[in-house]
């Protein structure tokens, strides 16, 4: 009798950090940027969070790339091409480059917010991509 193929697991996301919600994503339609005084995309969320936060890695993947300011990481899920970027955190991530991930393991903490952002409470900026373009990251987030 033939075997049935495995399916692979679904994969599970959960939220980087708890906070509100300050900016959300909009490609298509400008949102004001209150530090820059102009209108402008907006390629994630700002998820409010008090620097020091801990930021928790939304899906299970591997570390891709953790740029030496650190104020960045990067995961890629490596099964859809999916790939999750975790912003303005503070200056010692607790991962390096090649580290396998799961979901919910802490990444880091949320740190200074960026100069472009900085009339925004502080706040972790997270950002996703599917084959090198960007997504709404509320589309993969549970409610």
């Not at 599970?12 to 820059?36: A, C, H, K, R």
């Not at 891709?64 to 960045?72: F, G, R």
């Not at 912003?87 to 090649?98: E, I, Q, R, Y």
């Not at 802490?106 to 997504?135: C, K, P, Q, Y």
Request: aromatic share 6%.
């Amino acid at each position: 009798t033939p075997q049935p193929t495995p399916q692979a697991a679904p994969t599970v996301f959960t939220w980087p950090v708890q906070g509100d919600i300050l900016t959300d994503y909009s490609l298509e339609v400008l949102s004001y940027n209150p530090t820059m005084d102009d209108w402008r995309t907006h390629d994630g969320l700002d998820i409010a969070s008090a620097a020091g936060t801990e930021v928790k890695a939304a899906a299970a993947g591997t570390v891709t790339a953790v740029p030496q300011d650190a104020m960045m990481v990067c995961i890629s899920d490596g099964i859809g091409g999916l790939t999750s970027t975790y912003s303005t955190l503070a200056s010692v991530p607790t991962v390096a480059v090649g580290d396998a991930v799961g979901a919910g393991s802490v990444l880091g903490s949320v740190g200074g917010t960026a100069i472009a952002e900085s009339a925004l409470a502080s706040h972790l900026h997270f950002s996703m991509s599917l084959d090198g373009s960007t997504v709404d990251p509320l589309e993969y987030l549970p409610n």
